[in-house]
């Protein structure tokens, strides 16, 4: 069986087990069941990596026989796996998926070699970030020794407010967005310094952009700086950043302009790389409201 007969043989083992999945869901909105489904690999996280079948129904809120649909369906497909005595933990098919994300996500392959680039250049620890839903979630890391502890890394996601991965971002988002952003965030948008009314915001983002990057201190991991950069596609909308950290009491021996210098020319790297037509990311930028 060759990979891609094996890839359509998987789908359609998946669709297959999950054609069964909502069969009695009569008169509910699929996709509002399927979301629901979903929800329940939300419940996994490291301080709570196991469920029992009755907490995850519970935290559904549907009927048993609801419930127990659901867990199945996402045992089947490998998003569950049981550990026992009617506990589970998330499945080996999220391993598998991951891998698959790595080898087909057009901004994780434009940065192949970029990163590492970054971090001989500078010293210090790279990593790369793409704009989801109303949040920065980091796809890429590559450390340097003696990097930060808590250091941002894959999986892992922050709000749009804080951290230069995140502002650098917010920045570049287009302007109706902003608008709606700042209407429902004024008190998360004073927080992080970024303003305390409109044209504040505004003007502090209109900064950002002219400057080309974002350098903060401390915003998440104390004494820890960072500077961001725009990673655009290929119809120039803002789809994510690059960018490095390092411990504050580095700072004397680091050379902030050369550092903002080698974090600008990666993120132009990789902007003209997703630009060259490969890319396939010519996604309108998602983010509040």
């Known amino acids: 069986m060759s990979k891609v007969d094996e890839i359509e043989h998987d789908e359609e083992q998946v669709e297959g087990d999950l054609s069964t999945v909502f069969g009695d869901d009569k008169g509910k909105d699929p996709a509002s069941?399927?979301?629901k489904m979903l929800s329940i690999l939300?419940?996994?996280?490291?301080?709570?990596?196991?469920?029992s079948t009755n907490d995850i129904i519970d935290y559904l809120g549907t009927s048993r026989s609801t419930g127990y649909?659901?867990?199945?369906?996402l045992h089947a497909v490998g998003l569950l796996a049981a550990?026992?005595?009617?506990f589970y933990m998330l499945g080996p098919r999220i391993v598998e998926l991951d891998l698959r994300i790595r080898e087909c996500d057009p901004l994780y392959i434009a940065s192949k070699g970029v990163l590492e680039q970054l971090v001989d250049a500078t010293g210090h620890s790279a990593l790369l970030c793409m704009l989801y839903s109303n949040s920065v979630l980091c796809i890429r890391e590559h450390l340097a020794p003696f990097s930060p502890e808590n250091m941002f890394s894959r999986g892992q996601r922050r709000p749009l407010f804080k951290g230069a991965m995140s502002k650098v971002i917010l920045s570049y988002l287009p302007p109706h967005r902003l608008r709606s952003i700042y209407a429902k965030n004024p008190s998360k948008v004073a927080d992080a310094k970024l303003g305390n009314n409109w044209d504040d915001f505004r003007e502090t983002l209109g900064k950002i952009r002219k400057d080309g990057y974002v350098m903060?201190?401390?915003e998440f991991n104390p004494n820890v700086y960072g500077v961001g950069a725009p990673v655009f596609?290929?119809?120039?909308?803002?789809?994510?950043s690059i960018g490095v950290a390092w411990q504050?009491?580095?700072l004397p021996e680091v050379d902030v302009a050369k550092t903002i210098l080698a974090v600008k020319r990666a993120a132009r790297e990789i902007t003209n790389r997703m630009m060259s037509g490969t890319g396939g990311m010519a996604l309108p930028p998602r983010a509040v409201g």
């Open 83 to 86: 550990v026992g005595n009617g």
């Open 233 to 240: 596609n290929e119809e120039k909308l803002i789809i994510g």
């Open 216 to 218: 903060t201190l401390g």
């Open 69 to 73: 649909r659901y867990i199945k369906g």
């Open 33 to 35: 069941s399927l979301a």
């Open 42 to 51: 939300d419940l996994f996280t490291q301080a709570n990596p196991r469920w």
């Open 248 to 250: 504050k009491e580095e």
